[in-house]
């Protein structure tokens, strides 16, 4: 899944630097993990690309969850909330003070 995502994600950074360069006035600019993906591509950095897939597919995954099912993380596990999106859960090891648990 994540390599077709992959694959739509490319295809759509095509179309709009196709439609960019016959409309160069009024550009489209990315915004968010969408902009990261493109300077991947421009990078030629294929394993970015991949794991921004994966976020991208994960994020979706919550959105559609909040929405369809209005599903949200218990709050006995105590979820954080990643900056890229997505949830993590507290464990033990986050507040071990032990040097060998970081990671």
Request: aromatic share 10%.
């Amino acid at each position: 899944m994540t390599i077709w995502m992959a694959k739509v994600m490319d295809f759509v950074c095509q179309l709009v630097k196709r439609r960019n360069k016959r409309s160069p006035k009024q550009p489209i600019m990315f915004q968010g993990r969408m902009r990261e993906y493109n300077e991947a591509i421009e990078a030629k950095e294929a394993d970015v690309r991949l794991k921004l897939a994966k976020k991208f597919i994960i994020r979706d995954h919550y959105i559609d969850a909040e929405r369809r099912l209005k599903a949200v993380p218990p709050t006995e596990f105590y979820p954080i909330l990643h900056e890229d999106g997505t949830w993590r859960y507290q464990t033990r090891f986050h507040a071990a003070e032990d040097p060998k648990t970081d990671t």
